[in-house]
């Protein structure tokens, strides 16, 4: 785990550590299913953060596409930039993500950015794959990011199509009552592996006195 320490503390650095810190414990709670709510969260967002740059129905050119989702990163404190712009497929480069160094602490949330990306691309164009080619979060120096707009089983990234579209005025962040569900779930689970744990520490514990 990451022992990054910034030099400077402010809101951004505080609210950052805050949410690195409960996606790590969320991720090592729930493990696999913390992708699952990442994602969620990663195109429900998306979605929201598209109404500052254009209405729903307006037609996006690749171009109009990628300077979004740089201008979304830097607008929110990350440092990324235009790579690459083809007709197929963009690429970014970042030098600094917007949760700082402290994203070492959960390199899962580099989930977000590919489904803010990928979900943008599916609605957008209908279809989106996002790889993540390098990342800070992993000891890269850089990150680095394509975004895909054609299907290829041979690309390597995280497919997005099919992606549903919250209704004119209605809001992305109304969960769906079996959204709501399936995290209420895997929330229950992950108190029954804490509460078991205990149960063997308490046994353990109590084993060792009795040897004692």
Not at 87 to 107: N, T
Not at 155 to 175: A, C, H, M, R, S
Request: charged share 30%; net charge negative; aromatic share 8%.
């Amino acid at each position: 785990m990451s022992t990054a320490n910034p030099t400077q503390l402010n809101g951004q650095v505080f609210l950052a550590k805050l949410l690195t810190q409960y996606a790590f414990i969320h991720e090592k709670t729930i493990s696999s299913a913390s992708q699952k709510y990442i994602r969620q969260l990663g195109l429900r967002t998306g979605e929201w953060l598209e109404g500052f740059y254009s209405e729903k129905n307006e037609e996006w050119t690749v171009e109009k596409y990628v300077n979004v989702i740089v201008d979304i990163k830097n607008q929110i404190n990350g440092h990324f930039e235009i790579d690459t712009i083809e007709s197929d497929h963009i690429v970014v480069k970042a030098h600094k993500c917007p949760f700082g160094e402290l994203v070492k602490d959960s390199p899962h949330l580099c989930g977000m950015t590919s489904s803010v990306f990928g979900g943008i691309s599916a609605r957008r164009f209908g279809y989106g794959k996002v790889d993540l080619r390098k990342r800070i979060a992993n000891g890269d120096s850089i990150c680095e990011v394509a975004v895909y707009f054609n299907e290829n089983d041979e690309l390597p990234g995280d497919e997005y199509k099919d992606i549903p579209v919250t209704p004119e005025n209605g809001d992305p962040f109304q969960w769906e009552d079996e959204t709501i569900k399936m995290l209420g779930e895997e929330l229950r689970r992950s108190d029954e592996m804490i509460e078991s744990l205990v149960s063997e520490l308490e046994d353990l514990r109590a084993q060792v006195k009795k040897q004692s």
